[in-house]
Structure formats: structure tokens, C-alpha cells
């Protein structure tokens, strides 16, 4: 068997034909076929660019336990929509939910912020007091 083409595909997901960043579709504008069947074909795919972003979170996994302290302890669970998420929606909708959860028991509820550093793939959040001085 002979190899008769070499293909090398360079993908990005913003030129994808359906999908979403994280399962997207790409179409050929020209078709792949072989005109005979003793001979093959390579093809390589080079470079590929899809945003960052995370696989569905489904359950179990998107349970936390959260622990305030403030006044007392107080310990609770927060569930996470499931779903796809870009790295800083994920952020917003932690901070959101716990936010969200911690009001109730907090006399001060704290500012929750996250920033995203791309280059070394980390999160970092950080807590300050909402205290009016």
C-alpha cells in the first residue's frame, strides 16, 4: 500500500461549523476520499486552539462543602449548576453561590473576587471584610 497524500489540519474552534468550544465540529470545504482502495492516506492534525474551558461538571462532582466563620462556624453544601463552563464564569458562579449561601449567617458578609492567570492556569481568590469603618 502506498501513500498517495499527507494532510495536515490546523483547527480552531471560532472557525468551527457547530458546536461549542468544548465539543466543536469542523467541516472540510474540500472532502478527504480515496480513489482507490490500495492506497492510503495520512493525515495529522498540527495545531488545534479551543479556548479554555471546563468539561461538563455533572454530579456528584459539583458539590462543595463550605466553611464560615465569622461570629461561629457554620457548614454548608453549595451545588454547582451543571453544565460547561469558561474558567472565569465558573469563578463568578462559585463566588455567586457562595456569596449567596453565606449571607444568612454573615453580620458582615465578606467581598469574594478571583482572578484568572492564563499563562500558569491558576485561580486565585481572595476574601476581604465588607466592614464600613
Given at each position: 500500500?502506498?501513500?498517495?497524500?499527507?494532510?495536515?489540519?490546523?483547527?480552531?474552534?471560532?472557525?468551527?461549523?457547530?458546536?461549542?468550544?468544548?465539543?466543536?465540529?469542523?467541516?472540510?470545504?474540500?472532502p478527504i476520499t480515496l480513489s482507490?482502495?490500495?492506497?492510503?492516506?495520512?493525515?495529522?492534525?498540527?495545531?488545534?486552539?479551543?479556548?479554555?474551558?471546563?468539561?461538563?461538571?455533572?454530579?456528584?462532582?459539583?458539590?462543595?462543602?463550605?466553611?464560615?466563620?465569622?461570629?461561629?462556624?457554620?457548614?454548608?453544601?453549595?451545588?454547582?449548576?451543571?453544565?460547561?463552563?469558561?474558567?472565569?464564569?465558573?469563578?463568578?458562579?462559585?463566588?455567586?453561590?457562595?456569596?449567596?449561601?453565606?449571607?444568612?449567617?454573615?453580620?458582615?458578609?465578606p467581598l469574594i473576587t478571583?482572578?484568572?492567570?492564563?499563562?500558569?492556569?491558576?485561580?486565585?481568590?481572595?476574601?476581604?471584610?465588607?466592614?464600613?469603618?
Amino acid at each position: 500500500m502506498s501513500t498517495v497524500a499527507k494532510y495536515n489540519l490546523y483547527l480552531d474552534s471560532k472557525y468551527r461549523t457547530s458546536g461549542g468550544n468544548p465539543n466543536p465540529s469542523f467541516a472540510l470545504s474540500q472532502p478527504i476520499t480515496l480513489s482507490n482502495p490500495n492506497h492510503r492516506f495520512t493525515c495529522a492534525i498540527r495545531s488545534v486552539d479551543i479556548p479554555y474551558s471546563f468539561k461538563q461538571l455533572v454530579a456528584p462532582y459539583n458539590v462543595l462543602r463550605v466553611e464560615y466563620t465569622e461570629v461561629g462556624t457554620v457548614q454548608f453544601f453549595i451545588t454547582i449548576p451543571e453544565g460547561n463552563y469558561a474558567i472565569t464564569v465558573l469563578c463568578q458562579t462559585l463566588i455567586n453561590l457562595i456569596q449567596t449561601a453565606i449571607t444568612p449567617f454573615a453580620v458582615n458578609p465578606p467581598l469574594i473576587t478571583s482572578s484568572y492567570n492564563q499563562y500558569e492556569g491558576k485561580v486565585t481568590f481572595s476574601i476581604a471584610s465588607n466592614c464600613l469603618s
